[in-house]
Structure formats: C-alpha cells, structure tokens
C-alpha cells in the first residue's frame, strides 16, 4: 500500500473522527434479547452489559466485527485504537472467514455468488442471494452482461403485495430504480428478467455507518461478498 493510498483510507475512516487517532465507536449490527437496535452507536470503550441470553454483533469504524453474548459487563474495545495497517488485514480476515463458511463437508452453499463487480454501491441481479443498500442513498441495479435487445425487470416482495416492471435499458447494464422506491431491510425481492428468476434479500446500512471500513465489514457481516470484495479492493 502507498503513502498515499493509506491517507485516503485513514481520511475516509477519520471523517468521523474529528480527534486524533481512531474512532472508539461501534455500530449495532444484530441484537438478540438486548435493548439495542440495528445502527445503534456505542462508545466502544465502555462497558457493554448483556444479560444471559443476549447476544449482540458490532462493528468498529476500524472494520472490525466483534459478537459478544450475556451475561457480560465489558467494553467491545477496551484499547479502542488499533494500528491503522491492520484496517485491511482485519478486513480480507473477515473475507476469507465468510469464504470458509461456504464450505461444510464438501458441500458448497447455496445462494450468493462470488461477482467482480465495478462498484460496491450496485445492486447485482443475476444470481440469488443478499445484497446490501446504504440507506437514503438511490438503488441502482446492475447486470454482468450487457443487454442488446429490450428485455422487462419484474420485480415484487415474496408477499406478491405489490409488483413492478420496468424496460431495462438498451446497451446499459444499469437500472436505476425511482427515488420514491425503497426496498426494506430484511426483505426479500423476487425479480424476473430474460426469463430467469432469482431472489435477492436486501440489507439496509444505517447511515450512522458512515466510514467505508464499517460498512464493508457490515456487508461481510451480511454476506454481501461480491459487494464488500469490490469496496475491500477500493481502499487497498
């Protein structure tokens, strides 16, 4: 990694930090059984007390993904900075952990696909699995192939409560999808296009998560692999 490239991801990851040094924030990513929601922010550096039974993911502004289960009374990041070039290293960690958990006995895991995708910010739509939005920011669905011919997106929630369909533009392998519709986190969408059908469960990034670090362990976290490869491969 360059000088200069270390910058840009330290500038990235400090612009929540107005202080010197890193940021001892945490991010609630799942909590079970505790008063807590998804996108909470917490001082790392406190102690974090969870009862038997409550279980809790977090991650740092660093990249880090950090469970914790009840009964428990201490702080997620007691030393609360970490040496800035371990930022990736924790990442591709993260990354090959995810990887290894496809794997059970041979057995390949159904659902997400492995895509090298120009951004981490597009939604992929040729295969099932999950997929992760930042919250406020536009949906803009991409495709691997591009179209030379008209073919029509259908899209719908499993509970079939409302459908759409749109004409995918001619020679663009990008659909952006209209402002006033979101999709809801923890849903999941059935989409139809050329005939193939997939599904795809959507993942809301609060915008609390506000470095690049968090929200790629975010995405690992939520098995967004191909998205958080191509934001993992921005910052090196």
Sequence with gaps: MTDGTLMALLASILSVCPVQGWCSDIFVVDARGADLTVGQILDGTKPLQLAVGQRVTLVTSDGRTIKLKGPSDTPPVPEGEVNSGEVLDSLKGL???????????????QGNAIVDQPSPWLVEIGHSGDRCLVDGERTVLWRADVPTGTN??????????WSASAPWPQWSDKLALPSTMKLNNGQTYLLSLDAVQFSVTVHVIPQSVRSQAAKAAWMIEMGCESQARSLVGALQ
Excluded: Q, V
């Design 95 to 109: 990354m090959k952990t995810r990887e290894a958990d496809t794997f059970s006995a041979g057995i390949i895991r």
């Design 152 to 161: 029509i997106l259908e899209i719908a929630p499993t509970d079939r409560s």
